[in-house]
C-alpha cells in the first residue's frame, strides 16, 4: 500500500503538490474546529445521560458537580461565594451564612466582621448603616457581632443564595416576609433560636447580641443544611500583576453623613486590596484587625424614607449605576436584578460582566450618586 502511494506521488506534477498542501493547510482550521465540536457533543452527551439517570433525591449532588466545573478554571478552584482560591472540591459550594451586624456607634468596635467573605453595607435609620454579612464556616471565628434585626431589602439581597439567615427580631415587613414562605432562606431568628447566640455582659442591649461558627455549624447542623444552594457565581480573574497596578490613587470615599458615618477606603498597591476607614480612621475589630476588601462595588439604589425614626425602603430590583474598584483602577457601569431571586449582576458600559478578584467584596449602597467622591 505505501509503495502505491509512493508512486502515485511521484506521477503528480510538483505544482499540483504545492496545491494539494495549500489546500489542506486552509482546511486544517476546519478539521481542528469540526473535532472540537464533535468532543464537546460527547461529553454533553455523557452529562446529560447521567443527569437523567440520576433520582430526584440527587438533584443537589448534580448541581454540586455544576458548581464545580463552573469554579474550575484555569486549574484554579475557586469557592463560589467570593472567587478566593481553594484547594479542595468540598470548600467549593458551602452552605451561605448571613448575618445582620449593626454599625451604630454604640456598637463600636465590631467583631468578626473583618473575616466576612461578601458583604452589604445600606442605610437602615437616619443615615447609620447595617451590614449583610457572609461567612465561611470552616474558618474558627469565636465571636460575631453584635447581631441586629432584619429589614425588608436586606432579603431581596440575600434571598438569591438561600442562606442560613440570622437576625435578633426584625422589622414588621421584613419579619411578615419571612414568615409568608415567599423566601427560600432559612430563618434563624434569635428570638425563637436563642441557643445559636448569645448576650454579653459588657455592653448593653440591644447591642450585646453574638454568635460564632461553633454556634452557626450546629445550627447547619439541626436544620439539616447541608446540600449546596444553586446561586449564580459571580465571574472572577486572576489578580492584576504589581507591576500593571498604578503607583497612586484617590481614596474612595463614602458620605453617608456627618463625619462620624463617613468611609473610607484606601488601595494598597503591594496586597492588591482596600483598608476600610470609618470616622476618619482605620476601622477596628475588638480585637484590633482591620476591614480589607479585594473589591469595592458603590451602587445606586432608590431609598424613600418611611417614617420620623428614619426607616427606610430601598428599591432593590431593576437596575441603576454603579462603580466597581478593583486592582486600584474604577470600572464605571451599572447593576442589574431581574428579580428577589435572582443576583445582582454588574456590567461595564460597553455591556461586559465585569470579573472581580477573588477574596472579600464590599458593596456599598447609597441613594445618590453624589454620596461618592474618588
Not at 446540600?227 to 492584576?240: A, E, G, R, V
Request: charged residues 30%; hydrophobic residues 40%.
Amino acid at each position: 500500500m505505501q509503495k502505491k502511494i509512493n508512486n502515485l506521488l511521484k506521477n503528480i506534477p510538483l505544482e499540483n503538490l504545492r496545491g494539494i498542501f495549500v489546500y489542506i493547510m486552509e482546511k486544517k482550521k476546519l478539521i481542528y474546529i469540526i473535532i472540537i465540536l464533535i468532543v464537546l457533543l460527547i461529553i454533553s452527551g455523557c452529562a446529560l445521560v447521567r443527569i437523567l439517570n440520576h433520582k430526584i433525591s440527587d438533584v443537589p449532588e448534580i448541581l454540586k458537580d455544576l458548581a464545580i466545573i463552573e469554579t474550575i478554571e484555569d486549574d484554579v478552584m475557586r469557592r463560589q461565594i467570593d472567587g478566593a482560591e481553594v484547594e479542595t472540591e468540598e470548600e467549593i459550594t458551602l452552605f451561605p451564612v448571613a448575618i445582620m451586624v449593626e454599625n451604630a456607634a454604640d456598637s463600636w468596635p465590631l467583631t468578626g466582621v473583618d473575616k466576612a467573605v461578601l458583604v452589604i453595607e445600606a442605610i437602615t435609620e437616619a443615615s447609620i448603616t447595617r451590614f449583610l454579612t457572609f461567612y465561611d464556616v470552616n474558618d474558627e471565628i469565636e465571636k460575631i457581632g453584635p447581631v441586629r434585626s432584619a429589614r425588608p431589602y436586606y432579603l431581596d439581597w440575600a434571598e438569591p443564595l438561600e442562606p442560613l439567615y440570622m437576625h435578633v427580631g426584625g422589622a414588621p415587613e421584613a419579619l411578615a416576609k419571612l414568615r409568608s414562605g415567599s423566601y427560600d432562606m432559612t430563618d434563624l431568628d434569635q428570638f425563637f433560636n436563642s441557643q445559636y447566640y448569645w448576650r454579653d455582659t459588657w455592653r448593653y442591649a440591644p447591642h450585646n447580641v453574638y454568635t460564632s461558627t461553633e454556634l452557626i455549624k450546629e445550627a447547619l447542623e439541626d436544620k439539616d443544611l447541608d446540600d449546596p444552594t444553586d446561586f449564580t457565581m459571580w465571574k472572577y480573574k486572576k489578580d492584576l500583576e504589581l507591576a500593571q497596578r498604578p503607583e497612586e490613587t484617590e481614596d474612595i470615599v463614602i458620605y453617608y453623613s456627618t463625619d462620624y458615618y463617613k468611609v473610607g477606603w484606601e488601595y494598597d498597591r503591594e496586597d492588591n486590596d482596600y483598608l476600610r476607614y470609618q470616622a476618619g480612621d482605620v476601622q477596628k475589630m475588638t480585637d484590633g484587625a482591620k476591614i480589607r476588601a479585594k473589591n469595592i462595588i458603590v451602587q445606586v439604589n432608590d431609598m424613600y424614607v418611611l417614617d420620623s425614626v428614619g426607616r427606610k425602603r430601598i428599591t432593590t430590583i431593576g437596575e441603576d449605576k454603579a462603580w466597581v474598584f478593583r486592582d486600584g483602577q474604577i470600572i464605571e457601569g451599572r447593576w442589574e436584578k431581574d428579580s428577589k431571586d435572582k443576583r445582582t449582576k454588574y456590567f461595564d458600559n460597553n455591556d461586559n460582566e465585569i470579573e472581580f478578584n477573588g477574596g472579600t467584596t464590599w458593596v456599598q449602597v447609597i441613594p445618590d450618586e453624589d454620596y461618592l467622591r474618588y
